[in-house]
Nanobody, 123 residues
C-alpha cells in the first residue's frame, strides 16, 4: 500500500519561499501523475499543480502560476512544490495525491492522498 507523506510546511513571511516535498513509501509513484491541492479555512479546495510521470507536462492553477514550480524525482519517489513569492492568501493545508482515476483536477479522483502539511504566510 503506497503512502504519501508531505513535509516542508511552516510559517513564512509574505514574499518568502518554501519547498514542499511529497514522498511515497511502501511503493512507488509508478507511472502516475501527482498533484498538489490546498484547502484554506472557509474556502473551497483548490488544485495547485499537477505533474505527469515524466515531468514533461505540468499544470498550474491560475492563482499560483508564475510563482510555484512542481517537479519530481522518480528515483527518490518524491515530488516537490517550490513556492516563491508567497502571499497570505496562500495560507492553507497542502495535500499531495497520486494516481488519479478519471479527472486529475479533483482530489477525490486520486487513489493515494497524503495527510497534508500546513503552510502559513504572515503579512
Amino acid at each position: 500500500q503506497v503512502q504519501l507523506v508531505e513535509s516542508g510546511g511552516g510559517l513564512v513571511q509574505a514574499g518568502g519561499s518554501l519547498r514542499l516535498s511529497c514522498a511515497a513509501s511502501g511503493g512507488t509513484f509508478g507511472n502516475d501523475p501527482v498533484g498538489w491541492f490546498r484547502q484554506a479555512t472557509g474556502k473551497e479546495r483548490e488544485l495547485v499543480a499537477v505533474i505527469s510521470w515524466s515531468g514533461g507536462t505540468t499544470f498550474y492553477g491560475d492563482s499560483v502560476k508564475g510563482r510555484f514550480i512542481i517537479s519530481r524525482d522518480n528515483a527518490k519517489n518524491t515530488v516537490y512544490l517550490q513556492m516563491n513569492g508567497l502571499k497570505p492568501d496562500d495560507t492553507a493545508i497542502y495535500y499531495c495525491a497520486a494516481d488519479p482515476e478519471g479527472s486529475w483536477s479533483l482530489l477525490e479522483a486520486y487513489t493515494y492522498r497524503g495527510q497534508g502539511t500546513q503552510v502559513t504566510v504572515s503579512s
